[in-house]
């Protein structure tokens, strides 16, 4: 860290939550998301609570970056409802959404590739706020100012997230494990009140998941952010979860602790069969678990 450098809570200050400790800070209740006959979500409710880490999981096509979707407003579900801080977020614009508060990592990195990790950050920044109002015109110094302050942020964020090294390469050139970095910045740079994580270790190695998982846990200490952490990393989810949803066929199957979830009968049910198609659940639970006992009986 560098002598300027601040704590990321000093940085970004409008992730602050006004809402009493534990209470629900988004609720879905009953949603519902078809695409002609497929159900991708059929009648899911929960709620994440202020600071929580709440992870929804379950197999390939079970509806998770669905559910995603529609909280930012990229899907307009059928039916249901979505309240962030007091709000309805359907029949939102997702740019309006995203200023709100609701910023995510996508499941496929999307940055822009030609431009620098610095200006990709950016760009989180002008999501953030107003940018090229006549209001910046008619006060171009004060416009100034908030860029230098913006950049300042966004340098922070570098620093936190250890791309220093990076800052002045086009994103397209990075290592995926960084490309992940950034794109974890990026949703960062927009402040945001609820951070949505669609598989932020797919494809990593051990070091870079372990290099993830510390990230999410700083951001945690630092910010008090409340995260919604989809991922089949079922070792990542037990160790950092809060609460854990199980979907299965676009419908709750299961929600509670990591403990509750993995020895819930329903859970262990739905993924029987599926063998022939690689790890289970079930079996990722088991090897999961495995390795904790092996852990515990070693400590
Ligand atoms: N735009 C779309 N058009 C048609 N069907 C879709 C669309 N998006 C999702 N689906 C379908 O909805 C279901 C849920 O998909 P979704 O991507 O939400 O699953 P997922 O749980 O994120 O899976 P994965 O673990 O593979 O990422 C799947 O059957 C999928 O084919
Ligand atoms: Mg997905």
């Known amino acids: ?29 009953d949603l519902a998301l078809r695409f002609g006959g497929t159900k991708a979500i059929d009648g899911v ?16 096509g079970a509806g998770k970056t669905s559910i995603f979707n529609c909280l930012s407003g990229v899907y307009r ?31 496929n990195i999307e ?7 610095l200006d990709n950050l950016m760009l989180g920044r002008h999501q953030h706020l107003q940018y090229g109002t006549l209001a910046g015109m008619l006060y171009v110094g004060k416009a100034k100012n908030v860029e230098l302050a913006n950049r300042r942020i966004v340098e922070d964020i570098i620093d936190f997230l250890e ?4 800052r002045k390469f086009p994103v397209g050139m990075l290592p995926y494990g960084v490309k992940k ?16 994580l669609d598989e932020p270790v797919a494809g990593m190695n051990v070091e870079e998941t372990e290099d993830m998982a510390r990230f ?6 630092e910010l008090d952010l409340a995260m919604v952490l989809v991922e089949h990393d079922m070792g990542l989810v037990m160790d950092l979860a809060d609460r854990v949803m199980v979907l299965d066929f676009g419908q ?16 262990i049910a739905a993924y029987l069969g599926e063998a022939d198609e690689g790890p289970t659940l079930a079996d990722e639970i088991a090897e999961s678990k495995a390795t904790e006992d092996a852990e515990e009986a070693r400590s």
């Open 1 to 29: 860290m560098s002598a300027s450098t601040r704590q990321l809570s000093e940085a970004l200050t409008d992730t602050a939550v006004d809402a009493p400790d534990g209470s629900s800070i988004l609720t879905v209740t």
């Open 45 to 60: 409710s929960f709620d994440v609570k202020k600071g929580e880490l709440f992870s929804v999981i379950g197999p390939n």
């Open 77 to 107: 579900p059928q039916e249901g409802s979505i309240d962030f801080l007091g709000r309805s977020l359907l029949g939102m614009r997702p740019d309006a959404i995203a200023k709100f508060g609701v910023a995510r990592m996508f499941q």
């Open 181 to 196: 970095r950034v794109e974890l910045g990026r949703a960062l740079a927009m402040e945001p009140k609820v951070l949505l």
């Open 252 to 267: 709750r199957i299961s929600l509670g602790s990591p403990d509750e979830v993995q020895s819930d009968p329903a859970v």
């Open 163 to 166: 791309i220093e090294a990076f």
């Open 216 to 221: 999410i846990l700083d951001i945690r200490a």
């Open 111 to 117: 940055l822009f590739d030609n431009l620098t990790v």
